[in-house]
Every structure is written in structure tokens, then in C-alpha cells.
């Protein structure tokens, strides 16, 4: 029965995950568009000559000149090509981040659904073996060997199993998490780290370019009065040079490494992110550990009390042998899940961390 339900829960998600799968690359594509579209026409902007037209009196006393004509800088034809750049790192910095962010955000979720999966296994084995203990004590029943108020200590405890199941299932059907990542997290954060360290530099570079610049300039200019006879070409050769060129550069390379360092520590980044879900596992297997522990001591002290009607052959010892029974079925069901999560977190930080 458990393995049919498991599958249908199973089904339910992946049919859920499917869209949520989507959404996500549909996110990302979305954002990437909206990038390289503004990336696009600032490339555009660059690349086109700028029209100049106005008048000009080239010296005092001479007649006024009209002036047409075009204007472009290597430079900024330089920005066009850095600025594309840019924007598709921003691009990928934006997969990389979201992957890692997704990971984190759902990472404690996903474990808690796996620990579910579990338990409901866990509960359909402790329900087989009280339906066992049920059935023998309804047939004593029946032979007038035992009383009805022992199998009714038996069927309060298969209440509180189905009520744990009932539990369990609603806890399930409440978490949401969407399809993962099969890479270690470790990973993603390492490729979200160094497509941040990419944009930086594609944006330093982007910077670099305003120190220099070579613009050239043609068209022609007319005598507006007195009009003279046809218009005259002209052209012009323009270099710029920022003096405080190597102190900015210095400062760009400082402020790509503050970034660097700024990021490691900041809250809300991955990298934090990262530690702070490392710290919560830890702590959620130290907290699973102490709940294991004092479940197998409980188990023990039930087992020693077992062996003390190991055979009864009383009713008043066979009544407390089920309700030791009883409850030692939900002592090691509680053991058996806190181990589960145990090796599952454990497995969880050996593979990310």
C-alpha cells in the first residue's frame, strides 16, 4: 500500500516540477533578454557616428559659417564590443546565482521531504507489526484468554500511527521544492563566484575605456554670408587622454578584489549563505543525534522489561507484554527516523561542503 501511495506523492511532484522547471529557465531567459536588449541598443548608440550640424565663425571678423557633418570615437566603438560583453556575463552571472540561491533556499526542505518519505515507510512496518500483536490478542480474545481492554491498548496505539501518518502526509503535501541541481553545491558556488569575477572585470574594463579616447570628424561647412560658390570638406583628428589614467586603473583593480571580499561576508550573498546553511545542518544533526540517543536508551530499558515476560502466561502478563510491545514500536520508529536524517544530513554535507 505505502509503495502505490509513494508513487502517486512521487507523480504529484514530478507533474508539479515539470512547470516549476520551466518557470525557472523561462525566469532566466526572461532576464537574459531583458539584458542583451539594453546591451544591444547602448551598442548601437556607440557605434553610430553622431550627426553635427550648427554654425561657426571660425575667427572674429570673418563671415559665419555653416557646419554638417559626422563624428565617431574608436573608443566608443571599443565600449560597443565591451558593453555586449558585459551584459552576456551579467547573463550568466544570473543562472550561476539563481542555481546556487535555489539550492540553498531549498535545501533544508528537501531533506525534510525525503525524511517524510521515510517515515511514512516507517510507519506502514510499525502498522504491520501492531496489526500482528492485534490479531493474536484477538484471537485470545476469542478463547476468553485475554480481555477487551488489552486490544483496545492496542488499538489506542494504531490511532496515534494513523494519526502520525494523516501527520506526516499533510507535512508532505505542504513543502514545495522545486527541481534541483545534481551538482554539489560547493559547485555552484564556485561557478556563481567566478562568473561574478568576470562581470567584474568585463565592467573594469568597460571602464578602462573612458581614459583615452580618438575621435574623428568629417563633413562640410558652407559660407553662409555672403554665400560663397559650393561647399568646402573638412576633417578632424581629436586624441584625449585622462592624466590620472594609472591612479584610476589602480583603484578599478583595488575595487574588483573589495568586491571579491565584499561578497563573502555580505548576508545575502551565496557565499554567506552557503555557511549558514552548513551551520544549520550541523546543528540538525546534533540535535537528531541527542533524540536518538535517548530513543535507543528508552528501547533498551523496554527490552529489558520485555525479557521479564518473554513467555507470559498470565493475561495480566500478557496485557503488559502488548503494551511494552506497543510501545517500543514507536519508540524505534522515532529512533529509525532521527538515524535517517542523520545519515541523510551527513550525506548532505559530505557531498557539498
Not at 545534481?182 to 556563481?192: R, T, Y
Request: charged letters at 25%; proline letters at 3%.
Amino acid at each position: 500500500m505505502f509503495r502505490n501511495n509513494w508513487k502517486a506523492v512521487l507523480a504529484g511532484g514530478l507533474f508539479l516540477a515539470a512547470p516549476a522547471f520551466a518557470k525557472g529557465q523561462a525566469d532566466q531567459q526572461a532576464y537574459c533578454t531583458y539584458v542583451m536588449e539594453q546591451a544591444q541598443a547602448q551598442r548601437n548608440l556607440l557605434r553610430t557616428p553622431t550627426a553635427i550640424a550648427g554654425f561657426t565663425q571660425p575667427e572674429t571678423g570673418l563671415p559665419v559659417q555653416l557646419v554638417g557633418g559626422a563624428s565617431l570615437g574608436l573608443s566608443d566603438y571599443r565600449k560597443a564590443e565591451l558593453t555586449m560583453d558585459v551584459a552576456r556575463r551579467n547573463c550568466e552571472l544570473y543562472k550561476t546565482a539563481t542555481g546556487a540561491q535555489q539550492e540553498i533556499q531549498y535545501a533544508l526542505a528537501s531533506l525534510e521531504k525525503d525524511a517524510l518519505l521515510n517515515r511514512l515507510t516507517l510507519i506502514d512496518h510499525a502498522s504491520e507489526s501492531l496489526d500482528e500483536l492485534m490479531e493474536q490478542t484477538s484471537k485470545m480474545l476469542l478463547a476468553q484468554n485475554a480481555t477487551r481492554l488489552m486490544l483496545f491498548t492496542l488499538q489506542t496505539t494504531k490511532i496515534k500511527l494513523e494519526a502520525d501518518r494523516a501527520d506526516t502526509r499533510s507535512k508532505l503535501a505542504a513543502i514545495y521544492v522545486p527541481p534541483l541541481s545534481d551538482q554539489p553545491l560547493k559547485e555552484l558556488v564556485a561557478q556563481k563566484q567566478n562568473s561574478e569575477e568576470g562581470e567584474q572585470r568585463a565592467l573594469d574594463k568597460l571602464s578602462r575605456q573612458s581614459n583615452w579616447d580618438i575621435r574623428l570628424s568629417v563633413g562640410v561647412h558652407q559660407q553662409v554670408n555672403p554665400v560663397a560658390y559650393g561647399a568646402q570638406p573638412y576633417g578632424e583628428v581629436t586624441v584625449n587622454y585622462n592624466l590620472a589614467t594609472r591612479s584610476i586603473n589602480k583603484h578599478l583593480d583595488r575595487a574588483v578584489g573589495a568586491h571579491d571580499q565584499w561578497k563573502k561576508v555580505q548576508e545575502g550573498d551565496v557565499v554567506r549563505q552557503m555557511e549558514v546553511l552548513r551551520q544549520q545542518l550541523a546543528d540538525c544533526v546534533t540535535v537528531q543525534q541527542a533524540k536518538l540517543a535517548s530513543f535507543q536508551e528508552q528501547d533498551q530499558q523496554l527490552d529489558k522489561n520485555l525479557q521479564l515476560v518473554a513467555a507470559p502466561d498470565t493475561p495480566a502478563a500478557f496485557d503488559f507484554h502488548n503494551q511494552l510491545a506497543a510501545t517500543q514500536l514507536l519508540v524505534r520508529l522515532e529512533a529509525a527516523d532521527a538515524s535517517f536524517r542523520i545519515d541523510r544530513l551527513r550525506d548532505y554535507l559530505a557531498k557539498n561542503y
